[in-house]
Structures are given as structure tokens and as C-alpha cells.
């Protein structure tokens, strides 16, 4: 899938902008774009890492989604033994 880019209007704080300036003044990022481009990224893994922990804090609230995971960890107990010090 190609991602393709939109134009977008955002208001910053005349703080953070300086500070993205000063940065593509440093050659530490090549734009301010690019600066906003990678806080966003950043923001998105970060908040999608927060929702899967809080999401696997309350499956293991489940009495059958624990059992289903022993059950699997059981299964594959032999599978995932090291033979001969190599997996």
C-alpha cells in the first residue's frame, strides 16, 4: 500500500515551532515537516503499543482466554525446545 500524503493546517505553539526550527537549523531534522511528520508516527506506535498492553491487562482478566493460552504454551512446549543448543 502507497501512503499518500495530504495537506493539513495545524496550529502549534510559537515555542514548539522554534524549537523545530532550531533542530532543521542543526541539520538534526531536515524540516519542520518532517519534524511534525515524526512526532505524529511516534504518537500513533506509542498510543497503538499503550491499547494492545491495556488490552492484553484485561484478557488476562478472562478465565478462558487464560486457559486457551496455557492450553497453546502447552501445545508448543516441545516445539520451542532448544535441540542441541539451536532452536
Known amino acids: 500500500m502507497v501512503n499518500q500524503t495530504v495537506k493539513y493546517t495545524a496550529v502549534l505553539p510559537q515555542d514548539y515551532k522554534n524549537e523545530l526550527r532550531v533542530l532543521t ?3 538534526i531534522i531536515s524540516s519542520i515537516n518532517q519534524g511534525i511528520r ?3 508516527e ?4 506509542m498510543r ?3 491499547e494492545y498492553i491495556h488490552n492484553m491487562r484485561e ?3 478472562d478465565e478462558s482466554f ?3 493460552m496455557k492450553d497453546t504454551m502447552t501445545a508448543f ?3 520451542d525446545a532448544k ?3 539451536e532452536w
Open 38 to 40: 515524526s512526532a505524529i
Open 25 to 27: 537549523e542543526k541539520k
Open 83 to 85: 535441540v542441541d543448543d
Open 48 to 50: 497503538s503499543e499503550s
Open 42 to 45: 511516534n504518537f500513533l506506535i
Open 77 to 79: 512446549e516441545y516445539a
Open 59 to 61: 484478557a488476562s482478566k
Open 66 to 68: 487464560n486457559k486457551r
